[in-house]
Antibody
């Protein structure tokens, strides 16, 4: 079955760029929307944005100026870049498929700290 | 943005009891698809999709979970709580951008 796995640095310094990759295995990246969603410690869920397999993107306006989501279809991967991070960006970051997200990665905890 | 307000914040129940969780939207969720979903999340785990389209159960979800509602008012009902159902539940609308989640309801023993 389709599985998602997030990867990337777990610790990022303030003002730098957070970079994560989601690898899709057991199925194709084509034909779907692919999301990034985050959850701060003890907090709720926040949608960051998505990329469609055609390459079109849609971002949360609250983060839009700092977010880029891209896709590498040949590798069945898509990526998140969040620039100028602060402690408020410390969270578990999830990749997930589709609007009603039926498949999620396990999540990766990213801490913003010196 | 569509703001989703979940109530109650915490629901204290016993196994075998019925749980009724509410999700109220600040604007009508688009009626063409009723793009409202419910998720269950346990500590240290990713959310799990329970309900999509307001009332359709996701694959493998037991029939004790049911969703209902339209417009701005939605409900998740767990007919008889099993020990594994004690968790946090989130509603989400995916009808319009930005996609938004409710603040969650914790169902505790």
């Amino acid at each position: 079955q389709v599985q998602l796995q997030e990867s990337g640095p777990r610790l990022v310094k303030p003002s730098e760029t957070l970079s994560l990759t989601c690898t899709v295995s057991g199925g194709s990246i084509s034909g779907y929307y692919w999301n990034w969603i985050r959850q701060p410690p003890g907090g709720g869920l926040e949608w960051i944005g998505y990329i469609h397999y055609t390459g079109s993107t849609n971002y949360n306006p609250s983060l839009k100026s700092r977010v880029t989501i891209s896709m590498e279809t040949s590798r069945n991967q898509y990526s998140l870049k969040l620039s100028f991070v602060t402690a408020a960006d410390t969270a578990v970051y999830y990749c997930a498929r589709e609007g009603a997200s039926d498949i999620w990665g396990q999540g990766t905890m990213v801490t913003v700290s010196t | 943005d569509i703001v989703l307000t979940q109530s109650p914040g915490t629901l204290s129940l016993s196994p075998g009891e019925r749980a009724t969780l509410s999700c109220r939207a600040s604007q009508t969720v688009r009626s063409s698809s009723l793009a409202l979903a419910w998720y269950q999340q346990k500590p240290g785990q990713a959310p799990r999709l329970l309900i999509y389209g307001a009332s359709s159960r996701a694959t493998g979800i037991p029939d004790r979970f049911s969703g209902s509602g339209s417009g701005t008012d939605f409900t998740l009902t767990i007919s008889r709580l099993e020990p594994e159902d004690f968790a946090v539940y989130y509603c989400q609308q995916y009808a319009s951008s930005p996609l938004t989640f409710g603040g969650g309801t914790k169902v505790e023993i």
